[in-house]
């Protein structure tokens, strides 16, 4: 199919740091993905998946099978370019994943499964920072004191600006193409998926404030007065 009326029908998307409201919703966004194919309906779908998997993966599947599955679904990406980008999306999850395990101090290097390259590479030297790829992989240089500090949300959002960045280069160098299409969806949820977290935190601000408020000596006597008057 020509896919030039479909990527033309796309808004404009901010930069992940500016991006405070999303330009199309989801509903308006895959009313525009129906000019795709049943083929190219199920590549990105399958994309989609594979590199916004989360929940709806079964708590009952270890990470030996997950990689497994994986493996087994990137083989059905047909597009070289994107299959690269979701290896990786999946391979930064991998290194959380040892990161984590590590930190926790529960399983050995022997019990972790991740995928990728870097999977042997991160057993053998496990007991370093950053398994020693600080020079391959600098960003990990950066993450690790986040994670030492429980900084969830600063990490996270660092990975997905690395993410992202890869996903517009694609979009940029594939013009009206497949390729387009899916890495323009991609970086559609991120976007959605930051301005969600950014609500999220925003709320917990908020509640914490409010609670710190109340539990101030003035605050719970104005309070306890205007009971009083109300009674």
């Known amino acids: ?31 525009r993905l129906t000019m795709l194919s049943e083929e190219d309906q199920k590549q990105l779908k399958l994309a989609e998946s594979l590199y916004h998997f989360g929940a709806e993966q079964p708590a009952s599947l270890s990470d030996q099978k997950l990689v497994y599955q994986w493996q087994s ?24 994943a040892a990161m984590r395990q590590r930190q926790q101090g529960d399983k050995g290097p022997e019990q972790f499964f991740g995928f990728g390259r870097w999977t042997t590479r991160i057993r053998q030297h496990w007991h370093e920072p950053t398994f020693g790829l600080e020079s391959a992989l600098p960003l990990l240089t950066e993450l690790h004191p986040l994670l030492q500090k429980g900084a969830a949300g600063e990490v996270e959002y660092q990975i997905n600006h690395h993410l992202w960045q ?11 193409t497949i ?9 559609w949820e991120l976007a959605e998926k930051q301005i969600r977290n950014n609500a999220d935190q925003a709320l917990a601000a908020f509640d914490t404030m409010a609670e710190g408020l109340i539990a101030t000596p003035a605050i719970r006597q104005h309070i306890a007065s205007a009971f009083e008057e109300l009674s």
């Open 166 to 176: 890869q996903l517009l280069q694609i979009e940029r160098s594939h013009h009206f």
């Open 1 to 31: 199919m020509s896919y030039y009326t479909l990527v033309t029908a796309l808004p404009d998307l901010p930069s992940l740091e500016k991006c405070k409201q999303m330009p199309i919703s989801r509903i308006a966004l895959d009313r």
């Open 73 to 96: 679904q990137l083989s059905q990406i047909q597009s070289e370019p994107v299959r690269q980008c979701i290896e990786n999306r999946l391979e930064w999850q991998s290194f959380l």
């Open 179 to 187: 390729e387009t299409v899916i890495c323009f969806v991609l970086r």
